[in-house]
Nanobody, 123 residues
Framework: QVQLVESGGGLVQAGGSLRLSCVASGRPFRNYAMGWFRQAPGKEREFVTAISWDGAITYYTDSVKGRFTISRDNAKNTMYLQMNSLKPEDTAVYYC????????????????WGQGTQVTVSS
């Protein structure tokens, strides 16, 4: 198994930036494709972005393209989400997730989840 811990959430004004981190422990981090999801109050959890095991492939949901950047450092067992030009509609609990993958990126099928970190964007 792999354990995931997110950090970096907080309160920011619209137009501002935050950087989320997800630290993994347990099995070798490089074995897993990774992703970020979010859940706003009263809504279902939704996919945000994903990255392949080696960082070579990334994929974003349309609403965050050009504003968010996913990356990972396998030597540090850490994944990041740089969020720029934040909007009030980005307010949510953000979760990192891991799954075994064959080298691609995935929007579903994640087996391991962190506890989440709150991001609040004020208007």
């Amino acid at each position: 198994q792999v354990q995931l811990v997110e950090s970096g959430g907080g309160l920011v004004q619209a137009g501002g930036s935050l950087r989320l981190s997800c630290v993994a422990s347990g099995r070798p981090f490089r074995n897993y494709a990774m992703g970020w999801f979010r859940q706003a109050p009263g809504k279902e959890r939704e996919f945000v972005t994903a990255i392949s095991w080696d960082g070579a492939i990334t994929y974003y949901t349309d609403s965050v393209k050009g504003r968010f950047t996913i990356s990972r450092d396998n030597a540090k067992n850490t994944m990041y989400l740089q969020m720029n030009s934040l909007k009030p509609e980005d307010t949510a609990v953000y979760y990192c997730a891991a799954r075994v993958g064959a080298g691609g990126v995935y929007t579903f099928g994640y087996q391991y989840w962190g506890q989440g970190t709150q991001v609040t964007v004020s208007s």
